[in-house]
């Protein structure tokens, strides 16, 4: 079946614009995850949304980013006013619900501010 | 805070060899640990997962063990192939389901 898709698959923007980066999860999977990836690093953890609950926010590292699921399934990731240190592959993730570990990631938005 | 760390940044095996792949961490409260393979301008796929009540465990040429009395936990590939080619990250995935990754182990697999 179809796995999480990320788009647009490359975004080049310059330093001050706002983005959006949108992620569809795995039909059926309640819970779904952000992360950032810095060039040649692990994954940071960003922002997960399970159900209808209120977000886990803690890793957003400014209020410049922010994130919103509509309707239980897609996901757009805004980063308002970029700066050059947000150039990063960002990764999102699905899974069954957030106490089924096994999370499935797509391949990633890379984002470069110059 | 917690940390999840890797030895060794880069690791060369010859195919059909063994290999081996470290990872530390910080939290000793941690209870679920997960190793995923990510290749080149991909996401990170699931290789297998374990949980502290197991020291062990296997799935198709792959090991995990877990020592929780240093935690440390370590993948083991057997004949290692070069499809196997690709970063290799632990993961803590007990912090209420975010996971919390090491850095990486680059595996290069010379034919």
């Known amino acids: 079946g179809a796995g999480v898709s990320q788009s647009p698959s490359n975004k080049v923007t310059e330093k001050g614009k706002d983005v959006e980066l949108r992620c569809d999860p795995i039909s059926g999977h309640t819970a779904l995850y952000w992360y950032r990836q810095s060039l040649g690093q692990g994954l940071e953890f960003l922002i997960y949304?399970?159900?209808?609950?209120?977000?886990?926010k803690s890793g957003l590292p400014s209020d410049r980013f922010s994130a919103e699921r509509t309707g239980g399934s897609v996901s757009t990731l805004t980063i308002q006013r970029t700066q050059q240190e947000d150039s990063a592959v960002y990764l999102c993730a699905s899974s069954l619900s957030s106490g089924s570990y096994e999370q499935y990631f797509g391949p990633g938005t890379r984002l470069t501010v110059t | 805070g917690e940390s999840v760390g890797l030895h060794l940044p880069t690791l060369s095996v010859q195919e059909g060899d063994n290999s081996i792949i470290n990872c530390a961490y910080s939290n000793s409260a941690s209870d679920y640990f997960i190793w995923y393979k990510q290749e080149s301008g991909k996401g990170p796929q699931f290789i297998i997962d374990?949980?502290?009540?197991?020291d062990k465990r296997q799935g198709q040429r792959v090991t995990v063990l877990l020592n929780k009395t240093v935690k440390h936990l370590s993948l083991q590939i057997a004949a290692t192939q070069p499809g196997d080619s690709a970063v290799y990250f632990c993961a803590d995935g007990g912090q209420g389901g975010k996971l919390i990754f090491g850095q990486g182990t680059e595996l290069s697999v010379k034919p």
């Open positions: 949304f399970q159900g209808n609950s209120a977000p886990d």
């Open positions: 374990i949980r502290s009540n197991m």
